[in-house]
């Protein structure tokens, strides 16, 4: 069945480091990607999504692109702030008629200034 | 801010009570789902209703009853909870079926449940 892998955490980083979240998907036909984030305390909120191959999402200086070739949806940004401690979910969906997303297993980030 | 909106954000209640949440959105969107989260888990699906009527039910135990009373509300009645149903419930909704969903969920912020 289709499935997502998100690296595990949880990652530490300090202030102004490169960040990658990795994640792979094993689906049939062509889903669309997402990675929500939710900050402590809070609901999950969309942060970036892809639709088709070689879509490249970014929102808040986050990017990932959809590489359907290594069946990857990576999460990086250039220089993390304190304010981006959360936990990351990487998920895709069939869309249309299909109500489900997939979910991989969150991946918690903290910053330390 | 998000345009799902929950309540109550936080609410306690014994094993005995009977509670209700709501959710209510106004982009237009057909399909309506709730969810359980346990902390720093990813969210479990429990219900969706598809233009409103009841389409997926993930073999949720009866004491949680969703209503849909039209396109905007979402209501999840609580009754004879355990302890073990104390997490976050998540609202999200989403567009229609078709070419045009393409599976985005617009989530509320939810609503923190303790069972004593």
């Known amino acids: 069945g289709d499935s997502v892998t998100q690296m595990e955490g949880p990652v530490t980083l300090s202030e102004e480091a490169f960040l990658t979240i990795n994640c792979t998907y094993t689906?049939?036909?062509?889903?669309?990607l997402f990675w929500y984030v939710q900050y402590p305390g809070e609901g999950l909120q969309l942060l970036l999504k892809?639709?088709?191959a070689d879509d490249k999402g970014s929102n808040k200086g986050f990017e990932a692109t959809y590489r359907k070739e290594t069946t990857s949806f990576h999460l990086e940004k250039g220089s993390v702030q304190v304010s981006d401690s959360a936990v990351y979910f990487c998920a895709l969906s069939k869309g249309g008629n299909n109500r489900k997303l997939i979910w991989g297993l969150g991946t918690s980030l903290a910053v330390n200034p | 801010d998000t345009e799902v909106t929950q309540t109550p954000k936080h609410l306690v209640m014994g094993m005995t009570n009977k509670k209700s949440l709501k959710c209510e959105q106004h982009?237009?969107?057909?399909?309506m789902y709730w969810y359980k989260q346990k902390a720093k888990k990813p969210p479990e699906l429990m219900f969706v209703y598809s233009y409103e009527k009841l389409s997926i039910n993930e073999s949720v135990p009866s004491r949680f009853s969703p209503e849909c009373p039209n396109s905007s509300l979402l209501n999840l009645h609580l009754h004879a909870l355990q302890p073990e149903d104390s997490a976050l419930y998540l609202c999200?909704?989403?567009?229609?079926?078709?070419?045009?969903?393409?599976?985005?969920?617009?989530f509320g912020e939810g609503s923190r449940l303790t069972v004593l």
């Open positions: 982009m237009g969107h057909r399909a």
């Open positions: 892809a639709t088709k």
């Open positions: 689906a049939t036909g062509y889903p669309s």
């Open positions: 999200a909704s989403s567009q229609g079926s078709g070419i045009v969903n393409t599976g985005e969920l617009f």
